[in-house]
Structure formats: structure tokens, C-alpha cells
Antibody, heavy 117, light 110 residues
Framework: QVRLQESGPGLVKPSETLSLTCTVS????????WSWIRQPPGKGLEWIGY???????IYNPSFNSRVTISVDTSKNQFSLRLKSVTSADTAVYYC???????????WGQGTLVTVSS | QSVLTQPPSVSGAPGERVTISCTGD?????????VHWYQQLPGTAPKLLIF???NRPSGVPDRFSGSKSGTSASLAITGLQAEDEGDYYC??????????FGGGTKLTVL
């Protein structure tokens, strides 16, 4: 079954850009949708957005154009960039297969990103 | 504040039945988008428990069941076990093609 693994810095300074990559293994990134979901400590899940393997994206409007999701099919990876971060962006970030129409069956283990100076 | 409303907490004794509600509106659940349910045990990623309102992925016990009606959905857990203790989330979509999660419900097994 497909496996997903998030990678990237665990600490980001306020006003800087958070960048994470998700590596997909035991399956191809082609032909599928891929999502990012986050969870602030002690709080609920928040959908960030998704990308189709060909590059089309849909984002959560609440992020006010701060977010960009991209895909690199040659590396079987997709990425998240979140600009101008604040402490409110401190969260566990999950990469997930699918866009949610049929539920999210495959999740990465999640990676904690802390925004602090 | 989540668009999909869940009770913050529910509890039950071992062997009992509990239900968790998920209430939306006509722009999401009521617009005929499916509802999915997730179980999140402490320190782990969410696990898909119910998909497309009432379907269980392979390996999920039949103690877990889902239903949907109008602008709401429910998750029922029968024969409650200590290992069921954790957080439960509903998920759907809205007319802007945005993914939605409920605020989550903490299940305590007494």
C-alpha cells in the first residue's frame, strides 16, 4: 500500500516561509490527488488544500493566498509552502492521499512544525 | 469555529453504545456531499473509520457504523471498548470544493 512521509524543518521563524515535502512510496503520484492537512497542538484537523498530479490546485480560502502546493512527478513528491507564518501556524502537518471525496485513507505520520523566534 | 458541528465530548461504559453527531448545512452535507469519519488515537495520525457515509474500510470492526440524513450525519459505536478511547472527526465538502472537518469529539470510555 502507498506510504507517505513528510520532511522539512521543524522550526520556522515568524514571518518566514514554512516548506514541507511529502515523498510517496509504494505507489505512483500520477493519476491521483494529494492533500495537506494540519492540526495545531490540542486542536482539531484543518484542511489546507490539494493538488492533482498534473498540477491543478484548490486551497482553503482561510489561508488568504499564503499557501502554495506543488508537485514533482519525477521525484514522486509534492510540497507545501506557507508564507508569512505566525505562531498560529504551529501544528502537526500531514500529507494525505486524495482530495477527500471518498475519505482520506492514506496519511503520513505527520511532522510538527513550530513557529518561534 | 468549524462549519461541521460535533459535540466536544461523549462517554460510555464498556459494552455500551454511543453516537456522535455531525451537523452541517445545505452548502455541505445537505448539498449531497458524502460524510467520512476518522478515529485519532493519542499521538497517531487519523485513521479512516467510515467512508461515503456508511462504508467501513477493510479491517474496521462492524461495531462502527455511520449514517447520513439531510444536513447531518452520525457515527455509532456499539460494544464500547477501552481501546476506542480517542478523538473522532467527521469530514465532508462544501460548494467551494473546500474540504471540511468537524471540530472533533473526545470519546471517553468510563
Amino acid at each position: 500500500q502507498v506510504r507517505l512521509q513528510e520532511s522539512g524543518p521543524g522550526l520556522v521563524k515568524p514571518s518566514e516561509t514554512l516548506s514541507l515535502t511529502c515523498t510517496v512510496s509504494s505507489g505512483s503520484i500520477s493519476g491521483h490527488y494529494w492533500s495537506w492537512i494540519r492540526q495545531p497542538p490540542g486542536k482539531g484537523l484543518e484542511w489546507i488544500g490539494y493538488i492533482y498530479f498534473s498540477g491543478g490546485t484548490i486551497y482553503n480560502p482561510s489561508f488568504n493566498s499564503r499557501v502554495t502546493i506543488s508537485v514533482d512527478t519525477s521525484k514522486n513528491q509534492f510540497s507545501l509552502r506557507l508564507k508569512s507564518v505566525t505562531s498560529a501556524d504551529t501544528a502537526v502537518y500531514y500529507c494525505v492521499k486524495g482530495r477527500g471525496y471518498s475519505g482520506y485513507e492514506y496519511w503520513g505520520q505527520g511532522t510538527l512544525v513550530t513557529v518561534s523566534s | 469555529q468549524s462549519v461541521l458541528t460535533q459535540p466536544p465530548s461523549v462517554s460510555g461504559a464498556p459494552g455500551e453504545r454511543v453516537t456522535i453527531s455531525c451537523t452541517g448545512d445545505n452548502s455541505n452535507i445537505g448539498a449531497d456531499y458524502d460524510v467520512h469519519w476518522y478515529q485519532q488515537l493519542p499521538g497517531t495520525a487519523p485513521k479512516l473509520l467510515i467512508f461515503r457515509n456508511a462504508n467501513r474500510p477493510s479491517g474496521v470492526p462492524d461495531r462502527f457504523s455511520g449514517s447520513k440524513s439531510g444536513t447531518s450525519a452520525s457515527l455509532a459505536i456499539t460494544g464500547l471498548q477501552a481501546e476506542d478511547e480517542g478523538d473522532y472527526y467527521c469530514q465532508s465538502y462544501d460548494n467551494r470544493l473546500s474540504g471540511l472537518f468537524g471540530g472533533g469529539t473526545k470519546l471517553t470510555v468510563l
